[in-house]
């Protein structure tokens, strides 16, 4: 195959996943993240798989045809870190969210101080351990392109050795630098390189699996006739027998590790990751991955042996050779592809993440000390990070490139990836035990970094260089210093092992060795013991006891932030802490004018992590304050004198306590011991070297409680709440206490003007003892009558939460969704006022059932949340009856059947409104599922009470399931096929109707025969006057009638002119009242038809004044409104005009129109 052919597709393959990249930063930008949606946890699982470099394309098939079954480490190891121990990363990528780091360097240093030192070295370890890695993937390019081009054994490509993985190499550096070196916030997620990352993913399990299978099917028919082949060769039968000994073990243990300790795998696991919950998606499809991408790995190693028994052939290029070798060059170009992408896709994030490292952890501390670089770029840093970054991709593939051409020519890939794994494996230690105990320290992270990576260096890194030929020989044989046992293979007298195994074990146990003696024999700084705390409970304090200097103000830590991460994040951070909207406003220019507090110090510094580590971060905010205090000598002879009075000070103190008779300890606002007695450790009983200046009160108490000082249930708690009580926190206090020893205690705790306390012990034991029963009976009852009413004080609580929720829910349910169903309505309306196209009938139709589901929906919300208030008046029954009759007497016509209402004269004491729905319900359900026959609506006296019964003619109902039917959303499927079956929730809003008002409802039912359904009311103890009956409105049309609307919505005013229009009304229409009466000109409106919510706070009642002041009071109007409550209706109903609600009914809209130019007509008729 032709060199210009195989590098034009590559270049266009690179170019495709710039595309993708691009178009998924694109999206990304546009849709703010929220576009993904359930693809999220697909794409971390399968950015994940970035674990599978070339090292797995190729180098899985050269480890597999040398040590058969062995390759399977590499991914056992993820395997079960991620499908196992998958919580210890979701651990990890909390306490990452939670203190803002982009790094693994950056992680490990957080945790221990947030030390710069620390984060240096790691930075250093990192690169170092991970240069041969990269070197892989070059060689792995390298190669692969050379055996596709047809001249591996012929000549290079390019005419000097070397040339081809230059320029592979240039490639690699110009497309990383694209793709993640474009921002300086690190831990901004990289959107489209994840997508790329994603789909380069699926490209290598597609490569795997056709060509693997290709050849597989090619050479022998199927992978167990291979196996059958191999069987028959001694050689080949001997690779096919596993060999589970220690160095599969510990390559295994390797593989784990690196699944979360190498630099890209903790930047696409935990820094990209954007939820939690994706874990758990990744701990199944991760693994998965790895099975399909490894399944035909010993197949096709066992045909390369097949096929090239001689060894002529390098087996780490088998899935390239072997399909040219048969003549399929398509199926090359696919394999080289999949390698193509398994190194770029490694090399890309690898270089993001170690140029992140280098530039935050070693080049800015750097420039930080030295004043010049700091003062030229201090008003604008961004620049000068970003070029770092890019120059720091360009040294690391530059070296990279360097140890392939020295050292990485001699081995096989899979050696060369082993080398690495061993390397950041020496960050388990610290990171693990960092995560889980708080005792590891500072100096003990150090301590076993520095001996893990020297062992790593000497048992695994100088082996490959005696290799090479970069080191004589001779130290493999004699030993460091001529002694055996300090030979690089047999370091401390084990020779078991091969070299890689050997060298990684040994650096392992070295580095866990150090840091835990160093930590065991090492103190915690304050800040120390604060992040631990952080990292292990995943709580942090609210101070860390840092006070900013007098006159530095938010305004200082605004700029500094600005200058580093740009003015709009620093905005958003400060407006948070200001609880300001507007960066803009006089309010938030007067708010950073106010003294710095350690919470926005501690904002500061999150915020400035994700540009320059934490570690840098915490520097750069220190020197800011620092600015503003004295210079270093005078602040140092201050700070002498100040430790000589302090000194003398406490000598007398110290004196003073010691000779008192009985126990005091002090302690400060955060319940930290300040200082105690001698008196005071003898009375608790505590060993001398338990306590330090500085514990925390809960870890003595702790302590004690451990040992049954607190034996009484409630007793720790009232401890500490008697201090954290508000009526106490400033008066003194005086408890007892009973030690398990019989000793009592008299605690005597007095408040200190910093918010401390000092507690006094006293031994009054003797005294005590006569009291003691009496005393534990009070106490027993006081702490169960102050539990019960914490108990009734929080379920009020949670229900009034509850309540505030519904009552959210009905507002934005009556005014938010309504607006777009208003619109819809008129929209649909004025369509079937033009014509009866299936289509709109059917949408009408469809927008019918979703206003049922909302109207349904609020009435059961208003329900619940106790809006509704029943308005009780002495009602004729009939006044109700009738009008439901004639109104759905149309319907049962329609399907056929007879509805008959008996006339009723009697008066009931009721609510006419929710007595109607409650009958109207009724009526529907029985219109609903009767087939055939005849509906009969009428009433009979039961005592004091008035029955109004609703009967039919259907189905009837099962016992057993006449009381489910007034469940929310249920519903029998006995009704007729045609029928519109409804939502289920009718019977129960009349089950709470009926509720609200005191009245019984109930049913009887024949299964086959039909149903009645019926409600008490009680009757009036007065009649009810009759209702007058209406007067004939002469009816008009609307033709000609000027409309003029009020609308800040322009969809929903655009609806209302279609449809006013299609009933030969005219429509003026202006967003206020103004805009309104301008847009009328000398016109004068009949009627007035405005919206409720209107723009600014205006209402339409401010805009029907407007108008009434220039046309006169007797101007119909209406307000349309979704607002159902009492205060609208009332202050709508005040100023004489008529409400309608939204969603409007065409049909109701047009009678109130035409009743209202009637109306107006009248006079001058």
């Known amino acids: 195959m032709q060199s210009w052919l195989v590098l034009t597709l590559s270049l266009v393959y690179l170019a495709a996943l710039f595309g993708i990249a691009w178009q998924g930063d694109r999206l990304a930008d546009k849709h703010s993240g929220a576009a993904q949606g359930g693809r999220a946890p697909l794409l971390y699982a399968l950015s994940l798989a970035v674990y599978c470099t070339s090292w797995t394309f190729y180098g899985a098939v050269g480890r597999a045809a040398n040590g058969g079954f062995d390759f399977l480490s590499i991914y056992v190891g993820p395997i079960l870190m991620i499908g196992l121990g998958w919580p210890i990363l979701a651990k990890m990528v909390r306490v990452a969210k939670a203190e803002n780091t982009v790094s693994i360097s950056d992680f490990i240093s957080a945790r221990y101080g947030k030390s710069r030192v620390l984060a240096a070295f790691v930075t250093f370890i990192a690169v170092l351990t991970v240069l041969p890695y990269f070197a892989l993937q070059l060689k792995a390019i ?33 497309f990383a630098i694209l793709f993640g070196v474009r921002n300086i916030h690190a831990n901004e997620h990289h959107r489209g390189l994840m997508t790329a990352i994603a789909a380069e993913s699926l490209v290598k399990l597609l490569a795997a699996l056709v060509v693997g299978g290709g050849i597989v099917f090619a050479v022998a028919g199927g992978p167990w006739e291979i196996f059958d082949q191999a069987m028959e060769r001694p050689e080949l039968r001997e690779i096919l027998t596993p060999h589970l000994d220690g160095g599969w073990w510990t390559m295994t243990l390797l593989a784990a590790l690196a699944i979360i300790c190498l630099p890209r795998q903790f930047h696409v696991a935990v820094v990209e990751n954007t939820h939690v919950g994706d874990i758990r998606t990744a701990s199944w499809l991760f693994p998965a991955y790895l099975v399909g991408i490894n399944l035909f790995v010993m197949p096709v190693a066992l045909a390369g042996l097949l096929m090239y028994p001689d060894g002529s052939v390098n087996a780490d290029t088998f899935l390239v050779t072997i399909p040219l070798e048969l003549g399929h060059p398509g199926m090359a170009l696919l394999a080289f592809i999949g390698g193509l992408s398994a190194a770029t896709s490694m090399i890309i994030v690898g270089a993001v993440a170690l140029s992140t490292m280098v530039c935050n952890d070693i080049i800015v501390p750097v420039l930080m000390a030295y004043r010049p670089a700091m ?6 840093p961004k620049p000068m990070l970003l070029t770092v970054r890019r120059l720091t991709v360009l040294a690391l593939l530059t070296m990279a490139y360097f140890y392939y051409l020295f050292i990485g020519t001699t081995f096989p890939l899979a050696t060369i990836g082993t080398v690495s794994f061993a390397g950041v494996a020496q960050f388990a230690p610290p990171l693990l035990l960092g995560l889980f105990f708080r005792r590891v320290t500072k100096a003990g992270a150090i301590a076993g970094l520095g001996a893990g990576f020297i062992t790593w260096a000497y048992t695994v890194l100088v082996p490959s260089f005696v290799v090479a030929g970069l080191i004589p020989g001779s130290m493999m044989d004699e030993g460091l210093f001529g002694i055996s046992w300090l030979t690089p293979a047999g370091l401390g007298g084990i020779h078991d092992l091969d070299t890689l195994a050997h060298g990684a074990l040994v650096s392992l146990g070295l580095n866990l060795l150090a840091l835990v003696l160093v930590s065991f024999f090492t103190r915690q700084s304050d800040l120390e013991k604060q992040q631990a705390r952080r990292f292990v409970s995943q709580r942090s304090d609210a101070r860390d006891g840092r006070q900013a200097p007098r006159g530095a103000i938010l305004a200082d830590l605004h700029e500094l932030a600005a200058r580093y991460v740009g003015a709009k994040r620093a905005d958003a951070v400060f407006l948070d802490l200001t609880q300001l909207s ?23 510094e999150w915020l400035l992590a994700g540009a320059i580590g934490s570690a840098s971060a915490r520097v750069v905010v220190a020197s800011l304050l620092s600015d503003r205090r004295l210079s270093r000598s005078d602040a140092r002879s201050i700070i002498d004198e100040a430790s000589r009075a302090i000194l003398d000070q406490h000598m007398l103190l110290r004196s003073t306590l010691e000779n008192v008779g009985k126990g005091i300890c002090a302690v400060d606002k955060d319940f930290r011991l300040l200082l105690w007695n001698y008196r005071f450790l003898e009375l608790l009983d505590v060993p001398e070297g338990l306590i330090t200046v500085g514990t925390p009160l809960g870890q003595l108490v702790a302590y004690l409680q451990s040992r049954g000082e607190f034996g009484r249930e409630g007793e720790v708690e009232s401890l500490f709440m008697r201090r954290l009580d508000p009526k106490r926190r400033d008066q003194d206090d005086v408890f007892h206490r009973t030690r398990p020893d019989g000793t009592v205690l008299e605690i005597s705790s007095n408040p200190m003007p910093d918010g401390g306390f000092v507690a006094v012990y006293n031994d009054i034991t003797d005294k005590h003892r006569a009291a003691e029963a009496l005393r534990a009976a009070n106490e027993g009852l006081e702490r169960g009558i102050a539990e019960r009413t914490t108990d009734l004080a929080a379920a009020k609580q949670e229900a009034d939460r509850a309540n ?48 049922q589901l909302l109207g349904d929906l609020l009435d059961v919300t208003k329900l619940d949340t106790g809006v509704v208030k029943p308005n009780r008046t002495a009602v004729m ?36 409104v929710l007595l109607r729905r409650i009958l109207q319900n009724f009526l529907a359900n029985a219109l609903r599922y009767t087939p055939k026959g005849r509906i009969l609506l009428g009433c009979r006296r039961v005592g004091d009470h008035l029955r109004i019964e609703v009967w039919d003619t259907g189905p009837g109902i099962p016992p057993e399931r006449q009381r489910e039917i007034f469940q929310e959303f249920r519903q029998l499927d006995t009704g007729p096929g045609d029928r519109d079956k409804g939502l289920g929730l009718g019977l129960s809003i009349v089950e709470r109707f009926a509720a609200i008002l005191g009245h019984r409802i109930g049913l009887r039912s024949t299964v086959g025969k039909g149903s009645c359904f019926f409600v008490e009311v009680p009757l009036a103890t007065t009649p009810a006057a009759p209702s007058r009956p209406t007067s004939a409105v002469q009816v008009t049309g609307l033709q000609g009638t000027l409309v003029l609307c009020v609308e800040n919505e322009p969809a929903i005013a655009e609806a209302t002119r279609a449809l006013l229009t299609g009933w030969d009304c005219q429509v003026v229409w202006g967003k206020t009242g103004e805009a309104a009466l301008a847009a009328l000109g000398d016109a004068k409106p009949d ?32 307000v349309v409104t979704a607002d159902r409550s009492d205060a609208v209706r009332e202050a709508v109903t005040a100023v004489g005009a008529r409400i309608i609600y939204k969603p409007v009914r065409p049909g109701a809209l047009r009678a109130l129109l035409t009743q209202m130019t009637a109306e107006r007509r009248r006079p001058a008729a």
């Open 375 to 380: 003062k030229r770029w201090q008003d604008d």
């Open 582 to 604: 507007n960066p803009r406003s006089d309010q938030f220019k007067v708010a950073l004018e106010a003294r710095i507090d350690e919470e926005a110090i501690q904002a500061t």
């Open 1087 to 1118: 009627v007035l038809l405005t919206d409720f919510h209107l723009d600014h706070g205006a209402s339409g009642l401010d805009a029907l004044a407007l108008v009434r002041a220039r046309f006169g009071e007797t101007l119909p109007a209406a």
């Open 877 to 912: 029954v009939d006044d109700i009856l009738r009008p439901l009759a004639e109104e759905l007497g149309v319907v049962a016509d329609r399907h056929g059947l007879r509805l008959r209402r008996v006339p009723c004269l009697a008066s009931v004491d009721t609510d006419a």
């Open 804 to 851: 505030q929720a519904k009552t959210r829910l009905l507002a934005a349910v009556s005014h938010d969704l309504l607006q777009p169903l208003h619109a819809a309505r008129l929209f649909i309306s004025a369509a079937l006022e033009r014509g009866q196209d299936p289509l709109v009938t059917q949408a009408d139709a469809a927008l019918r059932s979703v206003e």
């Open 142 to 174: 390298t190669i692969s392109l050379e055996a596709i081009s047809g001249n591996m054994f012929g000549g290079p490509l390019l005419d000097k050795p070397g040339q081809n993985t230059f320029i592979i190499t240039c490639t690699m550096a110009l």
